[in-house]
């Protein structure tokens, strides 16, 4: 019987806003977990959180890096990794969601020590400005790995023997109706995410600041800039707890994905936002286009200030038939991203 192991580095949720955590990569992997696409799921995590060494969630086994000091963190950070690898090394299949600093160790003695068949869930990955440099060196090991699940259409990593693109994973308990007509009294606008200028967050603040009549919702990781505290219609409500964070989202009518298409860090991702948005019958702004969601219904605006300006200006005034086409996804996502389609997937790259 086949045995596939996953190897990750999320935390367990209620260390996730105090550490200021992925909230995206920990609900990505649970999915994958509670969706049996695993049977072994281990997690080793930066040196970087300060965590106790008993912390647990569900079946996840964690490794923790507590060693005192920045020595006592490099000797732990090579003990976990080896027993890391040891402890995987009997899988058949074993996969990494993404290949980052703490598990890198662990990964080059899974693959080059004990010829393991190693796979690669790729969820982001900036392109390194030298093949020498740490990140070039992770991009060299990514492209030596058995295969991998991009989310990203766009990846750089053409050249991997078994290559999937498959954007996101929906559990079918989030999936609900859409909404009617009459349910929209007010649009109001969502920002949600890392609060930084690769995910759009500066073009935001510009936008919205000329758009008093839009009322913008801001959280995530990130600060707030001074300059934008006088602007009544922009909402800033910070680092949220996944239920608050929730709440807010079933508030909100359109949610905004404002990307920089230029940028090659957006060349190697997906934001699984947008899957989160259309399963809860939310309008998407992209001013990114996605071949991996041809075929979903979403508005597409130029990454462009005043392009951005005019359409959501257009948006305030819009017929609520017209906006509500946008909100019809459900069926769409069911098709491409359900557990059942990962699991058809994972078999298609791993299987001999």
């Not at 800033?236 to 239920?243: D, T």
């Given at each position: 019987?086949m045995?596939?192991?996953?190897?990750?580095?999320?935390?367990?949720?209620?260390?996730?806003?105090k550490?200021?955590?992925?909230?995206?990569a920990?609900n990505?992997?649970?999915r994958?977990?509670?969706?049996g696409c695993?049977?072994d799921v281990?997690?080793?995590?930066?040196?970087?959180y300060?965590?106790p060494?008993?912390?647990?969630?569900?079946?996840i086994?964690?490794y923790i890096?507590?060693?005192r000091?920045?020595?006592?963190?490099?000797?732990?950070?090579?003990?976990?990794?080896?027993?890391?690898?040891?402890?995987?090394?009997?899988c058949d299949?074993?996969?990494?969601?993404?290949?980052?600093?703490?598990s890198?160790?662990?990964y080059v003695?899974?693959?080059f020590?004990?010829?393991?068949?190693?796979?690669?869930?790729?969820?982001?990955?900036?392109?390194?400005?030298?093949?020498?440099?740490?990140?070039g060196?992770?991009?060299w090991?990514?492209?030596?790995?058995?295969?991998m699940?991009?989310?990203?259409?766009r990846?750089?990593f053409?050249n991997?023997k078994?290559?999937?693109?498959?954007?996101?994973?929906?559990?079918?308990?989030?999936?609900?109706r859409?909404?009617?007509?009459?349910d929209i009294?007010?649009v109001?606008f969502?920002?949600?995410g890392?609060?930084a200028?690769?995910t759009?967050?500066?073009?935001?603040?510009k936008?919205?600041a000329?758009?008093?009549?839009?009322?913008?919702?801001?959280?995530?990781n990130g600060s707030f800039p001074?300059?934008?505290?006088?602007?009544?219609?922009?909402?800033?409500?910070?680092n949220?707890?996944?239920?608050?964070?929730?709440?807010?989202?079933?508030?909100?009518t359109i949610?905004?994905?404002?990307?920089?298409?230029y940028?090659?860090?957006?060349?190697?991702?997906?934001p699984?936002?947008?899957?989160?948005?259309?399963?809860?019958?939310?309008?998407?702004l992209?001013?990114m286009?996605?071949s991996?969601?041809?075929?979903?219904?979403?508005?597409?605006?130029p990454f462009e200030?005043?392009a951005?300006?005019?359409?959501?200006?257009?948006?305030l005034v819009?017929?609520n038939?017209?906006l509500l086409?946008?909100?019809?996804?459900?069926?769409f996502?069911r098709?491409n991203?359900?557990?059942?389609?990962w699991?058809?997937?994972?078999?298609?790259?791993?299987?001999?």
């Amino acid at each position: 019987m086949m045995n596939r192991a996953l190897i990750c580095n999320i935390l367990p949720p209620d260390y996730l806003v105090k550490l200021k955590a992925s909230q995206a990569a920990f609900n990505f992997c649970e999915r994958l977990i509670d969706g049996g696409c695993f049977d072994d799921v281990r997690s080793i995590t930066p040196f970087s959180y300060k965590l106790p060494k008993d912390i647990s969630y569900k079946e996840i086994i964690f490794y923790i890096n507590n060693g005192r000091g920045y020595l006592g963190k490099i000797i732990r950070y090579f003990v976990l990794n080896v027993k890391l690898a040891w402890d995987v090394r009997r899988c058949d299949r074993i996969w990494f969601y993404n290949l980052s600093i703490s598990s890198l160790l662990a990964y080059v003695i899974l693959r080059f020590l004990f010829l393991k068949r190693i796979y690669v869930i790729m969820a982001d990955y900036t392109p390194a400005s030298s093949r020498t440099s740490l990140q070039g060196i992770i991009g060299w090991l990514l492209e030596r790995c058995e295969g991998m699940i991009s989310l990203s259409g766009r990846s750089c990593f053409k050249n991997v023997k078994k290559l999937k693109v498959k954007a996101g994973i929906i559990d079918n308990e989030m999936l609900i109706r859409n909404k009617k007509v009459s349910d929209i009294d007010r649009v109001t606008f969502l920002f949600s995410g890392t609060l930084a200028s690769v995910t759009g967050y500066d073009m935001a603040l510009k936008v919205f600041a000329q758009i008093p009549q839009a009322q913008l919702y801001i959280s995530g990781n990130g600060s707030f800039p001074e300059q934008y505290r006088k602007y009544e219609n922009i909402h800033f409500m910070g680092n949220m707890q996944y239920e608050d964070y929730l709440k807010l989202l079933n508030k909100s009518t359109i949610c905004l994905n404002l990307r920089n298409p230029y940028l090659l860090e957006n060349n190697n991702n997906f934001p699984s936002k947008i899957l989160d948005y259309f399963s809860k019958g939310k309008i998407v702004l992209s001013t990114m286009q996605y071949s991996e969601i041809d075929g979903a219904n979403y508005i597409y605006i130029p990454f462009e200030e005043q392009a951005l300006i005019r359409s959501i200006k257009e948006i305030l005034v819009i017929d609520n038939s017209e906006l509500l086409k946008y909100s019809d996804n459900i069926l769409f996502i069911r098709q491409n991203f359900s557990v059942e389609s990962w699991k058809q997937t994972i078999q298609a790259v791993d299987s001999e």
